[in-house]
């Protein structure tokens, strides 16, 4: 089965050159590793662009597209590799050949599939209209500014646009691993996904991107006022009375103050200051061995069961599974800080 990949210089080459290799690789490498089963050449991944002339990539990652989408009327399988695109950057007016090309292709059948940023491309087609999808949490702001008109979910590692499965949607920079496992399950079996998965050591992100997600990321808006009380709250977030005090603070009505903060930043003053408190809690965590109980009244609530339903909404886990998940990224963090040190030492010496 042909696979058609797209590539445009913006395209990430890690993600587009490892979907390719795994999925060339789908129905042969398991079975030569493990002398066992027949092996077969599954998929035939191709290159595809605007043409055919070689060009350079996202780090200046050399490509070599395989076809020119004018050569290609029909397509079973066609995937949108990550962009690499700043948080605030669209496609707008870029590449109207290729999103006409892509519409085309699902009006012709083919199943379309994007990786991370990649379904900025397939927003630009309109296909994500009302419709559920998602993209790495970085760009949910883009999404809700951009295309308003998209469903955008930022939690999900998979998300279906449509019941048929016919588009669907990969979240953070390393989701084109779970894209990859998907594709080969439905167009191949389960059981070889399972397989590519221990060749090459795919995870399955069941959790999703919520736990790796930033609660808290500054917007650009020309709202002084609201500027004004997003550094208070910075500064004031574990204390008592938070909304009304930052409501005397700006002096600008409460009503007022509400609206404005939430047209400026997206989000209402009661979920920002929710945000300050779990990103507060989420570093506590990751760093050190108080009782959530202590977390809980240090961030500024004195409820720890309210906190852990807050906790567990904003980041998809509860606080002690957090802990678990990213303090031991934490301390290999540090071993290698460790190692660096000593290796300096002895260097000195």
Known sequence: MDVH???VPQTAG???YGMVDVLAATGSIWQELARSGVRERVFDPVIVSEGRAPFACGNGVPVQPGACIDEISTARVVIVPE?????????????????AWLSAMHRAGAYLYSACSGAVLLAETGLLDDRPATSHWGYQDLFRRRYPRVQFRPEPNLCFADLGGRIVTAGGTTSWHDLALHVIARHCSPGEALRIAKVYLLKWHDEGQLPYT????????ADAAVRRCESWLQEHFREDEVIARVVSF???PERSLKRRFKAATGLSLIDYLQNLRV???????????????????????????????????RTGLPPGQYRRTFQSLAAADRARSDVREAVGAGADA
């Not at 930033?214 to 808006?221: D, I």
Request: proline letters at 9%; hydrophobic letters at 40%; aromatic letters at 8%.
């Open 5 to 7: 990949l797209v590539a």
């Open 14 to 16: 890690s993600a587009l």
């Open 83 to 99: 962009l690499w695109l700043g948080p605030d950057e669209d496609l707008h007016g870029r590449y109207p050949r290729l999103i």
């Open 214 to 221: 930033s609660l808290v990321r500054p917007q650009p808006h």
């Open 250 to 252: 700006s002096g600008v």
């Open 279 to 313: 990103e507060a809690a989420k570093r506590m965590l990751e760093e050190g061995n108080l009782p959530v109980e202590e977390i809980s009244a240090c961030v500024g609530y004195e409820e720890p069961a309210f906190f852990r339903r807050l906790f567990r909404r």
